[in-house]
């Protein structure tokens, strides 16, 4: 679902990593996984213009589920609009 106004990255799922993966590795590993597991081209977003990024907090770890948010963002790291894709 598009966004109000401007933004750096919009959500688009989540992925979830191995139990054997730190948080260290994660922020590391994360865009790799939501790149393949949420490809952006699937919501419609340009790969030629958009690519997949990703959050990784401190209390999915803790907590041992080791989700990881997934997002798309520019290439270019401009802001997007509301009317993307």
């Given amino acids: 679902m598009p966004c109000g106004g401007r933004y750096e990255e919009q959500v688009l799922g989540f992925t979830r990593l191995g139990e054997d993966v730190t948080l260290t590795e994660a922020r590391t590993l994360s865009d790799t996984a939501c790149a393949r597991d949420v490809p952006p081209r699937d919501y419609g977003f340009d790969p030629s213009v958009h690519e997949a990024g990703a959050w990784t907090?401190?209390?999915?770890?803790?907590?041992?589920?080791?989700?990881?948010?997934?997002?798309?963002?520019?290439?270019?790291?401009?802001?997007?609009?509301?009317t993307e894709p």
């Fill in 57 to 82: 907090g401190e209390l999915s770890w803790d907590t041992g589920l080791h989700v990881v948010v997934c997002t798309v963002k520019r290439r270019n790291g401009g802001t997007m609009e509301r």
